[in-house]
């Protein structure tokens, strides 16, 4: 939780201080908007898809105890 906050002020704070990486992070993400809306609904699916599957590999991890290995098919 700590490194967590820790990456989001050290982010925000480059944010905030420089005007050209900001900048570019806004256009980034206006045209990652634009081009979900583009793609609705798939894009959307997609993205539940892929937080599904990731979200399954972190649980499956952390179902083992320490030190056993994750069995591998």
């Keep these: 939780m700590?490194?967590?906050?820790?990456i989001g002020s050290m982010t925000?704070?480059?944010?905030?201080?420089?005007p050209g990486l900001r900048?570019?992070?806004?256009?980034?993400?206006?045209?990652?908007?634009?081009t979900m809306n583009d793609w609705s609904p798939w894009s959307y699916i997609a993205i539940g898809l892929v937080?599904?599957?990731?979200?399954?590999?972190?649980?499956y991890r952390h179902?083992?105890?320490?030190?056993m290995r994750i069995p591998k098919y």
């Excluded at 700590?2 to 820790?6: H, I, N, P, S, V």
């Excluded at 925000?12 to 420089?18: E, H, M, R």
């Excluded at 937080?51 to 649980?59: D, R, S």
């Design 2 to 6: 700590l490194r967590f906050l820790t």
């Design 12 to 18: 925000g704070g480059f944010l905030i201080i420089s």
């Design 23 to 34: 900048g570019n992070v806004i256009k980034v993400y206006g045209s990652l908007v634009l």
């Design 51 to 59: 937080f599904f599957v990731l979200l399954t590999i972190e649980l």
């Design 63 to 67: 179902a083992f105890p320490k030190g």
